[in-house]
């Protein structure tokens, strides 16, 4: 599991290096798309529809980047973001924006293939 999760990872950092045209060397885990790459809204879509291409998923903007999360009282994120993502077991940021790093998506395309029986390839 812990190869195939490497895997996905280096997947995502690639994607996210294309789209965002940055150096796949400069990602780790925690980078943030938003924070540290400027990414914006429409960068964001893009990101997503390459991931799908790249894992053969259905990522809809709201599977990732659920508005309830941003809208939710910061009491009422935790359950929100409990419940959006099983495998997320940190500290609740207090912006969630926080949330959008290279190492959450991988979790969460890790996530949706485990969940579709399915190994990256």
Known sequence: MRSCMNETY?????VVAETLDVD???????TNLLGDLSADSLD????????EKEFGLSIEREDIFPTAIFDA??????AVLRDAYP?????????PREL???GFISRFIGYRLSAKGGVTA
């Open 10 to 14: 280096l997947r995502v950092a690639s």
């Open 24 to 30: 796949a060397d400069e990602l780790n885990a925690r």
């Open 44 to 51: 964001l879509l893009d990101v997503l529809f390459r991931l």
């Open 73 to 78: 009282r910061v009491k009422e994120r935790e």
């Open 87 to 95: 495998f997320y077991t940190e500290p609740i940021p207090e912006d």
């Open 100 to 102: 959008v790093t290279v």
